[in-house]
T-cell receptor
Framework: GAVVSQHPSWVICKSGTSVKIECRSL??????MFWYRQFPKQSLMLMATSNEGSKATYEQGVEKDKFLINHASLTLSTLTVTSAHPEDSSFYICSAPELAGGPTVEQYFGPGTRLTVT | GENVEQHPSTLSVQEGDSAVIKCTYS??????FPWYKQELGKGPQLIID?????GEKKDQRIAVTLNKTAKHFSLHITETQPEDSAVYFCAARRLSGGYNKLIFGAGTRLAVHP
């Protein structure tokens, strides 16, 4: 199957700083990518949908000025957590559907990025 | 909007036994139901999926059943092994008119004891 990578796999930052997480589709083009956040022992919560060449669509309750998303190419989307605080500490996972000429079906997930804000 | 409920939240079985995880969904227009396995510190991996035009699908030790009338679907793992221990998530979405987002269940933590 298709592969989605994330970098870094884990990051520790100080409160007030910004952190950038990259999501890449390695062997397919992704015009759409999804960013999820997962707190310990909880399910995946969709934060935003990243669209190549246009603005991201954010889910209700997600601050777009705090979680900046840039989908600069067909294989790369980035999530920047600005002015991070300890409550932003979480597991961030990106995902991308592989277009197959019809309604897209399978959605491939990255390995996740563990963010710890001290 | 769609809502997916998943039960049980935790499941403990002996190696070799079967494990069953159940999910219900609310949106009758949902027609794609994937199951994901997530190991500690990793992203979810698709293990099996089913579309609404079939009632059952099997892949070796894993099977999924779907009851559209009752709006529920289940994951069945037979002959469980310790490496099956993980968190399993069900999900649902529509396959129509663009891309509709996946709605996840709360997850089931499966522990398989040797």
């Amino acid at each position: 199957g298709a592969v989605v990578s994330q970098h870094p796999s884990w990051v520790i930052c100080k409160s007030g700083t910004s952190v950038k997480i990259e999501c890449r589709s390695l062997d397919f083009q992704a015009t759409t990518m999804f960013w999820y956040r997962q707190f310990p022992k909880q399910s995946l919560m969709l934060m935003a949908t990243s669209n190549e060449g246009s603005k991201a669509t954010y889910e209700q309750g997600v601050e777009k000025d705090k979680f900046l998303i840039n989908h600069a190419s067909l294989t790369l989307s980035t999530l920047t957590v600005t002015s991070a605080h300890p409550e932003d500490s979480s597991f961030y996972i990106c995902s991308a559907p592989e277009l197959a000429g019809g309604p897209t079906v399978e959605q491939y997930f990255g390995p996740g990025t563990r963010l710890t804000v001290t | 909007g769609e809502n997916v409920e998943q039960h049980p939240s935790t499941l403990s079985v002996q190696e070799g036994d079967s494990a069953v995880i159940k999910c219900t969904y609310s949106d009758s227009a949902s027609n794609y139901f994937p199951w994901y396995k997530q190991e500690l510190g990793k992203g979810p991996q698709l293990i099996i999926d089913i579309r609404s035009n079939v009632g059952e699908k099997k892949d070796q030790r894993i099977a999924v059943t779907l009851n559209k009338t009752a709006k529920h679907f289940s994951l069945h793992i037979t002959e469980t092994q310790p490496e099956d221990s993980a968190v399993y998530f069900c999900a649902a979405r529509r396959l129509s008119g663009g891309y509709n987002k996946l709605i996840f269940g709360a997850g089931t933590r499966l522990a398989v004891h040797p």
